[in-house]
């Protein structure tokens, strides 16, 4: 009869050492802090899915904020300035290249006056 193949731990005790420095505690790692690009659309979204102002279907984010406004719903004024400003970030290159030099001041100025009489 054969003996049946025993691994060495079978026969002696596995003895893990302590370290020389004892026990370290580790501290449990940040979560990360989010990007400020990724808080403003966070934001955004919270804008969209919240019912209190109106229904979001076929209308931009600007014309329900100000139909919102319009019609007493108080929403929040930081998202019309996120609006604001993601519409002039995206624009402003359109005028850079359509117009001249001389004229893409007054483009721009243009710009924010149509931006605030929304129709």
Same mark, same amino acid.
């Given at each position: ?29 940040p979560p ?33 904020w100000e ?5 007493? &719903?108080?929403?929040? +004024?930081?998202?019309?300035? /996120?609006? =604001?400003?993601? #519409?002039?970030? !995206?624009?402003?290159? &359109?005028?850079?290249? +359509?117009?001249?030099?001389? /004229?893409? =001041?007054?483009? #721009?100025?243009? !710009? ?8």
């Amino acid at each position: 009869m054969t003996t049946k193949r025993r691994l060495i731990t079978d026969s002696y005790r596995v003895v893990k050492r302590e370290r020389r420095g004892g026990k370290r505690e580790r501290s449990p790692t940040p979560p990360p802090t989010p990007e400020p690009r990724q808080e403003d659309l966070q934001k955004l979204k919270q804008f969209d899915l919240d019912w209190r102002f109106g229904p979001c279907t076929g209308i931009s984010r600007l014309q329900r904020w100000e139909r919102a406004q319009l019609h007493g &719903l108080s929403p929040p +004024q930081e998202i019309k300035e /996120l609006l =604001l400003q993601r #519409y002039h970030l !995206l624009y402003w290159p &359109l005028f850079i290249t +359509q117009n001249t030099h001389c /004229l893409c =001041l007054h483009a #721009y100025q243009k !710009l924010l006056k149509w931006d605030l009489k929304w129709d």
